[in-house]
C-alpha cells in the first residue's frame, strides 16, 4: 500500500513536472553519515585535565646522570688483568 501511495505521489509530482524523489533510505544514510561526525561524549573518571583547581602530583627532579662518574683520566692497566676482573668467577662445587 505504501509503494502504491509512493507511486502516486511520484507520478503526480512528475507530472507537475517535479522530479523530487523521497527515499526514507537515503535519509536514514545521511543521518547515520552526519552522526559520525559528531564529538563522542564520555564521561571522565578522574579529574578533568582542563580545570584549573584540579590537585595534581608535585613534580620532583630527578636527574638523568645522576649515577654518573668520570672515568678519565683512566690509568692504564694490563688488558689482561682487566678482563679477569669483569669475568664471571667458575664455580666452585665441582
Known sequence: MLTLSGAKSAAASAARGRHF???WSLLTVIALALAGCMPATTHIAAADPADPAAKVAPTIYRSTIAP???LRP???A???E????VAPQPK???
Open 82 to 85: 682487566r678482563n679477569e676482573n
Open 74 to 76: 683512566a690509568t692504564p
Open 68 to 70: 654518573y662518574s668520570s
Open 92 to 94: 666452585q662445587d665441582r
Open 78 to 80: 694490563p688488558w689482561r
Open 21 to 23: 524523489l523521497f527515499s
